[in-house]
């Protein structure tokens, strides 16, 4: 057996309604899991050396569920452009380059980098629609031992033509990319229709046909924005909602399912969510970004569906996930304000739970310290300004709102301490 | 006559409209003073050394018109909080610590330190009531030779007990300060009722006889959020609009009147903001964080006002003035989004003119780079990845969204190299 203990400030969010916070605490790792939070090192463990991190903050890892991957490439760029502007003359472009493996290469070295960078070691990820591209992402992640599901694109129709595939080269490329990554520690492969205006229903169903094959999840975003779903319904006019659709395919039976943004839920959306344990993925600033509006973050929890959060990296800005924890905060504020009716804001906590255990969910076991959870932990250092006392709640909210990767002073995989 | 020659990308907003983008350019520099950006180095100057930044980016320094230095110490936190509990649990306490020139001391210091990593060297600074730890940020400006309005805050109604000052005190105090900080070269005093309901209508007479006195420009706080107005209006039934008190009693006719927040500006209002030449500062995180709502920057723009950025640290996070250039672009989708009447999205153009120069308006030849404004200015590294090509003004862009000082990797100060 394999035991470390760590000394710090220990916090997580275990529920929603508040955080946990240990002020000088010995967290005892065994074997890469949390085994427990104590005051005293006991006798049993007296010979090990204890790595003290002082005043520092001990936290989970962060769970980024909604990012594109090639889209890295264009973070913070073309940001004050309408919607389809910024899709004709940034995304788009920019997925085609993917055709390139070397481009790949390049692009998703540095975004996996950057992801351990700013501690997030747990994500749901969007390739392109190119398979071996993809393949390229999904073996980094795995290398790297990061927790992730990742997933080649779908598209077949109201795409640009350089990005539209053929139904049934689509499916046939996505059976052979579930077929390739069976089998890895960390990483799944996951079905990836980019959204419904943009696949047939042919495609769907064949989708939903691979779930089972494979026993496979789905993410996709849902009810994103306003035309997005007055479109989805036009096109899709025999389904009594946009969950509907990926629900009566058999998509959401098999793995987890997990739907991007979700700012404008009919109740027949909600019913199937909260009944398939689907996770909801909030990305704030990017939502805010392409003028979709503000997901009802308080109203979802409320009923019970998981929330999660995502960076939407690049409609979202950069991968910090402890960025977009305050920018839920915020953004629920300033939904509160502008539709007082059914929303009100959310707290630090629930952002921070939502953006650790909630996104965690879908993996195992991590997004938390409680025993029984894996070590996925970042050190954070530097938050207290050396004229005022701040209690550890308020140092993480400052990290959050104000700090960045510099506070991360130690990173936890699975036990095993990693860098970028 | 002391010139130095600066080689790299030179970038700065002339006008609101659009970005000025030079690529492989020599900015000449002469006593401080930009001479000139041109593409060869002229004959004359045929011996000088060129410092020869590469594809760097130089930019101006920003312009941050709206800060609580007293709030500097409580930045990121308490931000999930109801404004009320906000101001009792954490501004109005800590503004009280002030009393303590210690104290001031620290805190002061740091958040000078931060300012000039961050590239600000233009700001309007609120303190506090207190005289002593307000003449202690004015040295610390002046030492530094920041460009600078600041003013010990008045207030004689409508605050805790242990902040509120009695009238002709608050009135002896501000002169005394206003006389002790005649004649410094980059700083000046501004006087700062610290918003209309904690100001007694003697007193805002009163501070407008001593701008007339010392030919002193007023800071404050306007038509910030709807309960304020509404409170202002009920306390001050004779005026035809907020903006109108602070105009009868004098206090826009001698130096710049820089009023924060503006989000709810009655055609009253506007028509003596634009009278007067006043500054409307656009603080959108904070406002947003405090659940004011967001200023309409378009139309405030459209209706020919002077529209300037401010962090209002600690509602805001950090001093990073371009953050909120990006949360500018941003939150003005968001407002075009709930409230489409009358408003729509701002250009990345406009949120950087109004950071740079609309904010260096109200000091003397700052927030640009065209010949004759003073070499202030930031030089910009870091940006471009290596995988693909960006044009200047999607750098620019990068930095103002996903960027941070370390991008920032020389500062100049009147000509002078400085930092943190």
Redesign the interface.
Known sequence: MNVSIYRGTVVYAAEKERLAAFSGANIVVEDGFVKNVLKQVPEEYAGLTVKDFGDALIIPAFSDLHIHASQY????????K?LFEWLRDYTFPQEAKFADCR?AE??YD?LVKDLIRHGTFHASIFTTIHTEASDILFRKLAERGLYAYTGKVNMDCNAPDYLCEKTAESLRDTERFLLEHQGYATVKPILTPRFAPTCSEKLIKGLGKLAKKYACGVQTHLVESIAEAAWTKELFPDYSCETAIYEQAGLLDYGPSVFAHVIFPAREDITILRKSRSVSVHCP?AT??I?A??MPAAALLKAELPVAVGTDIGAG??PAVYRQI?RA???S??K????PEGNE????AE?FYMATKAGGSIFDRVGSLEPGYRFNALVLDGLA????E?TPE?QL????????DRNIIARYLDGREISP
Do not use: H, W
């Open positions: 490439a264009q973070r913070g760029v073309g940001m004050d309408l481009y390049k692009v540095a600033d805010a970004n003028t509006g503000i800005p950069n305050a905060v915020q953004l504020k300033l509160a304000f502008f539709e804001p959310i707290s630090f952002a300004d050396d004229f005022s701040m308020e909210e400052r990290f959050c709102y104000a700090g960045d």
